[in-house]
């Protein structure tokens, strides 16, 4: 039986019972009974809703609310203060979530001694964790070489589970950051239910947000991820913080990226791009070039695709594979795009471009684990695509970038000066862009620019007509290189 202070609540109509059941008796949902404090507002004895001696709260008209502008507290990490708008806004929530062993503690270590140490102010920094001892905190701190400096004494480790004594030691200390790792182990003691229940993850983020809202500490928490991919617990876990940070890659590779998938205070377009090494997390001095995959010789079903993560320009390796399907329905399989934008390009390659691929599997992949969801690589895709299937790779030193559309027709996509751009400064002397509609033509110092209308007239530019010979496209392609 639950405890006093405690209730079973049904997520689907609010009914409360004292204890757990599978099936809500009041509207007969299943499993939507979740253990939640009971929260008791005082009230005055005359019944008016208002706690004794409280005065009535009247509304307050737009124009009259008092704006506070309080300074975003910089981490220094830049890629970290990138994705964040700027730093951290003091009395925040943000969430840093990721895969097991994808680097969120030793990233959230690296920022603690950052703000410990603080470019304009040292500051003093509470790092709770209910995952590891304070002796394995100090080793990792040992192998990112933070036991030396400010960070030393900046930082304070507090092995421990319950959010009330977090809270405690909170107040008590004064920090101007608190980092939980993880939120799915803290427990709260008024609940009976085990550390990552839905109640439990509930409650503590709940008084974590307090903590920060009440006396303007900002308040970092790991959350893991489940297998599917999603943030593991409630979903109104999501809702409660102020921003939700992804930090994401290949486990067998060294690049991270940390996108935001929520920021109430800045956007959620920016990426930082890290590099996991033996001394932690560093930034990527040029992320533009990170992405890129050096090949010996063209390869057929690679293309340099242009693309734009908030304002950071982008220029990304898209693969594809087309080989004949053995038995049975082809296969479809996409890694870090979207697969139904994949089969929706399939289908329009065979209407409007002649690229018959009905028979064909096909795989596509961004090389680096970026996962991309950009009208952009549409035309990266279906060139990359009709080159696997003929055998015949892209000239060297071309990049591609533009939406198809169902049609067969290209559009232009935003930011394609900028894109170019950095092209350019990258040493591409090729490029494949849909025809502007109005305006004036795009272009790059040093890059010839292939204004195309259509999917067929891209695909043409790239890789030549289906009567062509592959000599002749391997000739286009040596005399671009001996340009370049």
């Known amino acids: 039986m639950a405890r006093a202070a405690s209730r079973y609540v049904c997520q689907s109509c609010g009914e409360a019972f004292l204890r757990w059941e599978g099936q809500c008796r009041a509207c007969s949902a299943w499993n939507s009974l979740v253990e939640t404090v009971v929260r008791v507002p005082a009230r005055d004895t005359r019944g008016g809703g208002r706690s004794p001696g409280g005065e009535p709260v009247a509304p307050v008209a737009l124009g009259g609310v008092d704006v506070i502008d309080a300074p975003r507290m910089p981490i220094g990490i830049g890629e970290l203060d990138r994705v964040l708008g700027g730093g951290l ?29 603080g470019a304009r102010q040292p500051r003093s920094v509470l790092y709770a964790t209910g995952e590891e001892s304070a002796a394995q905190v100090r080793m990792r701190a040992g192998r990112l070489g933070l036991l030396g400096g400010p960070a030393a004494d900046g930082v304070k480790i507090l092995a421990e589970r319950e959010v009330g004594r977090i809270v405690e030691a909170a107040r008590t200390t004064g920090p101007a950051l608190v980092i939980v790792d993880s939120v799915q182990t803290m427990t709260v003691d008024e609940l009976d239910g085990p ?40 979903k109104a876990l999501e809702h409660l913080v102020d921003a939700v940070l992804e930090l994401g890659g290949e486990r067998s590779g060294v690049l991270r990226v940390l996108r935001a998938s929520k920021n109430r205070f800045g956007s959620t377009e920016e990426i930082g791009v890290f590099e996991l090494g033996e001394h932690g997390l560093t930034e990527v001095p040029d992320p533009a070039r990170a992405f890129l995959v050096e090949h010996a010789e063209p390869a057929p079903g690679s293309v340099v695709a242009a693309t734009m993560e908030g304002t950071r320009p982008l220029l990304v390796e898209v693969q594809a594979l087309v080989a004949p399907a053995g038995y049975g329905t082809p296969a479809r399989r996409s890694s870090g795009l979207d697969g139904n934008r994949v089969a929706l390009l399939i289908a329009v390659l065979g209407r409007r471009a002649g690229i018959a691929l009905g028979t064909q599997d096909v795989y596509a992949n961004v090389a680096g684990g970026l ?46 000066e900028r894109r170019l751009r950095e092209a350019a400064r990258l040493g591409f002397v090729r490029a494949i862009v849909p025809k502007p509609s109005r305006g004036a033509p795009t272009g790059a110092p040093g890059l010839e620019v292939i204004e195309v209308e259509s999917l067929r007239d891209a695909i043409h530019a790239a890789i030549g007509t289906p ?12 005399s671009v290189a001996a340009g370049r």
Do not use: F, Y
């Not at 928490?221 to 943030?231: F, M, N, P, Q, Y």
């Open 195 to 234: 550390a990552g229940s839905v109640g439990q993850v509930r409650e503590s983020a709940l008084r974590l947000m307090e903590l920060a809202k009440g006396d303007g500490i900002a308040v970092i928490l790991v959350g893991h991820v489940t297998k599917d991919g999603s943030i593991a617990g409630p």
């Open 467 to 478: 009567e062509s010979a592959l000599g002749a496209g391997a000739r286009a392609g040596r």
């Open 371 to 416: 996962e991309l969801a950009e009208p952009g690589l549409d035309l990266p895709l279906a060139i990359a695509l009709a080159s696997s299937l003929r055998d015949r790779p892209v000239a060297p030193g071309t990049v591609v970038v533009g939406e198809v559309g169902l049609l067969g027709e290209l559009r232009a996509v935003p930011g394609i």
């Open 89 to 117: 806004v003091p009395g925040s929530v943000v969430l840093v979530a990721g895969e097991p062993g994808v680097g969120k503690s030793t990233l959230l270590l690296q920022a603690a001694a950052g703000v410990a140490v």
